[in-house]
């Protein structure tokens, strides 16, 4: 399995940003998709989860309102829509990949496939 992040870059507060993920290498159907965040000096931390199979999502609470996951099963990717970016939106944004079972994984450890992520810098 091989993930492949894009779109992030440099935005003003209170802007928005649209990251992708290209996936290829596996059967998705099977799957969980995600984004994780980490920020300078702090841990990787789970932001959203999508089931391939269904799409049904899961966010973490700080995010909800403000992020959307997606996925287009076409195009085999998997999208994530930030809206009303703040300073502490800004980190290395990664696309992980995991069998499912379950929930939708919330850990480091329910994803076994990453991408190299792609950093998000908010500036006010």
């Known amino acids: 399995v091989e993930l492949v992040e894009s779109g992030g870059g440099s935005v003003q507060f209170g802007g928005s940003l649209r990251l992708s993920c290209a996936a290829s290498?596996?059967?998705?159907?099977?799957?969980?998709m995600a984004w994780f965040r980490q920020a300078p000096g702090k841990e990787r931390e789970f932001v959203a989860g999508?089931?391939?199979?269904?799409?049904?999502?899961a966010y973490e609470d700080s995010v909800k309102g403000r992020f959307t996951i997606s996925r287009d099963t076409a195009k085999n990717t998997v999208y994530l829509q930030i809206h009303s970016l703040k300073d502490e939106d800004t980190a290395v944004y990664y696309c992980?990949?995991?069998?499912?079972?379950?929930?939708?994984?919330?850990?480091?450890?329910?994803?076994?496939?990453w991408g190299q992520g792609t950093q998000v810098t908010v500036s006010s």
């Open positions: 999508i089931r391939w199979s269904g799409g049904s999502t």
């Open positions: 992980a990949a995991g069998r499912l079972s379950g929930s939708i994984g919330r850990r480091i450890y329910d994803y076994n496939h």
């Open positions: 290498g596996g059967t998705f159907s099977y799957y969980d």
